[in-house]
């Protein structure tokens, strides 16, 4: 176990069902995450689903959270509540009740079998960089840039932050 806590960001998604309930659920279950503490969360976006035409929109969000969960038993702990929420992975980019991805942990970069950080898409992602533009413009992504410098890249993209 970790001594002092690292802040942590989740990106959440959702497609099936009424994606707006279950990320404001999803939010309540990372309240409760052992070791850890939701400190803050963005909005909810909506937004087109990536390299999977024909799906329903995402509705996208992302949460900061400080944990003394090592990096892997946090993954498993998000793997956990997506399971509650009766996820299925029934093939790459398949509509989802929950997708909860860890995007990045404090500083720390990882390359193994089970999990990378910062996560590999980030960059790519309107609808992970604008809730994270959201809550904090600065945050520096390791290896990268600052979000507010992706942003830019990712532009072109559909997004609609939701009231």
Not at 84 to 90: D, H, Y
Not at 103 to 122: K, Q, S, V, W
Not at 128 to 154: N, Q, T, Y
Request: contains cysteine; hydrophobic residues 50%.
């Amino acid at each position: 176990m970790f001594d002092s806590p690292t802040r942590a960001w989740v990106a959440l998604g959702a497609n099936l069902g009424d994606a707006q309930a279950t990320l404001l659920r999803a939010f309540e279950s990372l309240a409760r995450l052992p070791q850890s503490r939701l400190v803050a969360r963005s909005s909810l976006y909506r937004t087109a689903p990536v390299d999977a035409p024909g799906q329903p929109d995402y509705i996208n969000a992302v949460a900061q959270i400080m944990t003394t969960l090592e990096p892997l038993a946090l993954l498993h702990a998000l793997q956990a509540i997506e399971q509650a929420f009766g996820r299925e992975r029934l093939y790459r980019n398949a509509p989802r009740t929950l997708d909860l991805d860890l995007l990045l942990y404090g500083e720390a970069c990882l390359d193994t079998a089970e999990l990378i950080l910062p996560h590999p898409r980030l960059a790519e992602r309107a609808f992970v960089l604008a809730p994270l533009a959201e809550l904090d413009p600065d945050l520096m992504i390791p290896g990268r840039a600052r979000v507010a410098e992706l942003c830019l890249a990712v532009a072109d993209q559909r997004i609609e932050r939701l009231i």
